[in-house]
């Protein structure tokens, strides 16, 4: 929430009206408040609407940090297989364990000063002190700080979802069909009078099945003509050689992000099974690092951001962020990160916010080289076409 200076000639008031009244974008805009806008962030969207979302946090509830490696067997294919019928006893195949770390490839951070004579400037209401949801300790702020706090936590994770997005581009696997992991065409016909076995929705989901995806949902995030498509497939019905795309599109989730023009390229799509990727957080002000310091509270606050799970049904999921809520008794420089420069913030409070997350991906070994599987990850690169 922000608010217009004293002066500056806006809503000045007719017979009955107090001119200059501060008044706040959210009373003038609603939910176009610039403020409050959140650019679409399809890729934390879809690990978010992974299940069990917390099964990667490395920090402990005492507040120390652990070290977590994921281990696992890679299968036996059918190559494994003695065609002998009297199998010699002292035979064996070789069955190794594959160890990955799981790491953290995002840190992010940012402060949001509060002047105390710009709340002083509010109404009573964005004076007054709220308990702040999902914050341990329990913390009190004033109700301007905790519209900062959302609008901190929306930047926070767009930062952090571009980061992790760029990570798991380098983690797609192979694709069993193509033999490698680069991007597949696929098209949107133009041509509806005649049915069409390699219409893009056909391809990727014949691909999802030979790449052993079986009747789960693919996780689809994208930019570009398939956003277009997706848009315009919620009105398509049945086209000129009876195939209904409507009905196709019903068997993936898709999950808009405009970076995905940057990560993977023009017009080029992330496929994953569900499941393939997960979430890596790290809160550090925990246990022994949380509470009063001096004239700092630190502690993590849980922002709820809302996404859809794996059937399309609305689910809604926290993101936890460490904080460290400082107390300013008197007037303080505060440089600001993006330009450099420095503002004079009177006494009041300087909320820091920060995110620590990465992604953990099935191991690029997970598979024997005799596998047919071999190279495979549970996630596709696609180039859509429209022709």
Not at 246 to 263: C, E, G, M, R, V
Not at 312 to 341: H, M, R
Not at 354 to 381: E, F, P, W
Request: one cysteine or more; proline letters at 4%.
């Amino acid at each position: 929430m922000s608010f217009i200076p004293p002066n500056s000639g806006a809503f000045v008031g007719g017979a009955g009206q107090a001119p200059f009244i501060q008044t706040t974008l959210d009373r003038v805009f609603g939910e176009s408040n610039p403020r409050k806008s959140m650019r679409p962030i399809g890729y934390m969207a879809m690990l978010l609407a992974q299940s069990e979302v917390t099964d990667f946090t490395l920090g402990e509830p005492s507040g120390h940090r652990r070290t977590v490696k994921v281990k696992s067997a890679q299968r036996l294919s059918e190559f494994d297989v003695d065609d002998s019928q009297n199998f010699d006893c002292f035979k064996g195949t070789d069955q190794p364990y594959v160890t990955e770390d799981v790491e953290l490839v995002a840190s992010k951070s940012v402060g949001i000063p509060l002047d105390s004579r710009i709340l002083n400037a509010y109404e009573a209401e964005y004076q007054r002190s709220v308990t702040a949801n999902g914050s341990s300790p329990l913390t009190s702020v004033s109700m301007e700080m905790w519209e900062r706090i959302n609008g901190a936590a929306n930047a926070l994770v767009s930062s952090s979802s571009k980061a992790l997005f760029t990570d798991a581009v380098t983690k797609i696997g192979t694709n069993v069909r193509t033999g490698n992991n680069l991007a597949t065409p696929v098209n949107v016909t133009l041509d509806t009078t005649n049915r069409n076995l390699s219409a893009m929705e056909t391809d990727i989901l014949a691909d999802f099945q030979e790449n052993e995806g079986g009747n789960m949902r693919p996780q689809i995030v994208g930019a570009g003509l398939f956003h277009k498509y997706a848009i315009q497939n919620q009105s398509v019905g049945m086209n000129q050689s009876g195939l209904n795309t409507t009905i196709l599109a019903q068997n993936f989730d898709f999950f808009y992000d405009p970076f995905a023009t940057t990560a993977l390229g023009t017009d080029e799509i992330l496929v994953y099974q569900p499941d393939a990727v997960r979430l890596v957080s790290f809160n550090e002000n925990r246990g022994i690092n949380a509470g009063v310091h001096a004239n700092s509270t630190f502690g993590t606050i849980v922002v709820p951001f809302s996404t859809f799970g794996m059937n399309g049904e609305p689910i809604v999921n926290g993101v936890e962020f460490d904080f460290q809520l400082k107390a300013f008794d008197c007037a303080q420089d505060i440089t600001d990160p993006y330009n450099g420069s420095t503002y004079r913030v009177n006494k009041g409070w300087n909320m820091i916010m920060s995110l620590t997350q990465g992604i953990h991906t099935i191991s690029a070994n997970a598979y024997k080289d005799n596998d047919v599987m071999a190279g495979n990850r549970g996630s596709y690169r696609y180039s859509v076409t429209n022709t």
